[in-house]
Structures are given as structure tokens and as C-alpha cells.
């Protein structure tokens, strides 16, 4: 069920099934402690949920996102104080001031005043799966920023806000657009990008490499470049050279080489073309480079290697 509903003497509250929460102390809870007016949970927005709370001001110890958490004021003001390792802060805050949280530790936070606002929480896996290819060879992490304004991001937080209040009419697809240009906006305006060492031991992950088989296969009778087999792995030349002999044993180059000799051999065995026409359609175009490298690579001349064979 996407909600329950609470009996009280003069109201029905609906009590969202999924709520923005932190970790503190051992514990798991709600990062604002009420219900929101507001909240997207019965709408299964992919990757992210939006709240909006009316309240008093109120403390939030000292926790820990496990996902990345944008808030924006709508309207009063309110003062903000918060803590960092640099000692204390404060901030008046007010309408379209935002605040921003990585997937990291926060020392708490005190809101005095009228607090009247939207909270969009991110899913760090859905972040990382909208970047993929975008940030090739790196990992997006959202960098810290507790007041600051954006009419961008002020603006499609206030659509999603809109949609959510009249009852999601233009639908999922509508809402999840807004919400991952959100998402995007965040990664290309407010991310620390650090290089990426890929899950499983720093290897490729095996969708990946078949794609770049796949892409090696269909052009050995072209020039490979590294950089276009880093692009069909979305990665950087440099992450994806590391981590494709990591994953392979080879380097790209070497297993190229592997390949095209495996293709001439098999094209020696099974038909009749000559020596520079198959040296031409594995990526060879100089017959006297394609005979020593195969020589180098077999043992054996080409010619000699078909006669063995025929």
C-alpha cells in the first residue's frame, strides 16, 4: 500500500509509506519530525521522493545521509544553524534559499522560525545510473552547500511541488522527467567528480566488456582507437585501459592483435582468398607487416600456416 490512514478526533492524517529519514545515533528516522503535507510516495517516482512540510522551527541532531537530500524554503524566513568541522554557522533563510547533502555525515542542524518547505530526496544509485556514460571514468559525489539559490533548480521544484498538489495528472513519465533533470542539474552544477574504481575488484563489469567485444569484432578491418572503445565502455581511456587488463589479462591492443590473428587464421582455413587480401580484412593493409606479425604471433609464415592447414 502506498499509504495509511490515521484516525485523530478532527482529522484523517496520511501517514506516507516511504519518508525522507537519516541515520543517527544507531537509529533510523524521519529527518523532519512530522508528517509531511505533502509527500510523492504513493506516486513511485523512480529514484527520488519529494515532501513538503509546514511547521515550527525545530533540531536535527547529528546524523547521516545514506542518499542526497536538496531542500528549498518556499516562502517567510526562518534562521538556520548548523555545524560543520570548521566550527558554527548561521543564515537567514528565505524563500527559494536551498540547501544541499551528499551522501555523508552531518553534525545537526537548529531551524528557528517558520519552516515552510520542499524536500527532494535522491537516490545516490539512480544519480549514478542517469550519469553513466556522462561522466565517463568518474564517480559523481554531491558537494555539501547549506545556503545558496538557484532559479533552475527554484524552478522545476516548484513544478514537481505543483504536479504533486493538484494529484500527479500529467502523469509518472512527466514527474520523472522533472525530477532526473533535477538530478542532472545537480551532477553538472554541484558534484565533486572523483575517478571511479569499478565494483567487483576494479573490473569492468562483464555488459560492459561485451559491448566492447562486440564493437572489436564488427571493426577489426578498421583502425581501433582507444578512445572508442573507452566511449562504447563509458569510461575514460584511462580507467578503461587500467581496468580492461585488470578484467582481461591483456591490454586493448594486445587483445586486438589476438583477435585479428584469430580471424586471419580462421579465413587461412576456410577459404581461398590471398595473403594481402585477408591481411586487408583483419586491419592490415601492408602485407609485409601483416606476415611478420603473424609469424610473431603463430610461429609460422601466413602461407605456411594455410598449407599446414588446407
Known sequence: MASDVRNTEDTEEVVPSRRISVDGGGRHFALVPHLPLLSSASQQWEGFLLERHVSDGFEVPKHSHSSILLSMQLNASLRLEWKSAFGGHNAVVDAGTLTLHGAASCNGSTWNGAYNRILFELD?????HLTEGKFPGAKVEIAEHWSFKDPRLEYLLKVLHDELQQGAPAGRLFGEQVGNAVAMLL??????????????GGRIPTSRIRKVFDYIEAHLHQDIHLSDLASTAAMSPYYFARLFKTSIGVTPHQYVIQRRIDRAKEMLRNSQMSIF??????????????????????????????????
Open 187 to 200: 551532477a553538472k552544477q554541484y558534484s565533486v567528480v572523483r575517478p571511479y574504481v569499478y565494483r567487483g
Open 124 to 128: 545516490e544509485r539512480h544519480l549514478e
Open 277 to 310: 587480401e585477408i591481411g586487408v580484412r583483419v586491419g592490415y593493409a601492408d602485407p609485409k607487416h601483416f606476415r611478420t606479425l603473424f609469424r610473431r604471433e603463430v610461429g609460422v609464415a601466413p602461407n605456411a600456416f594455410r598449407a599446414a592447414h588446407s
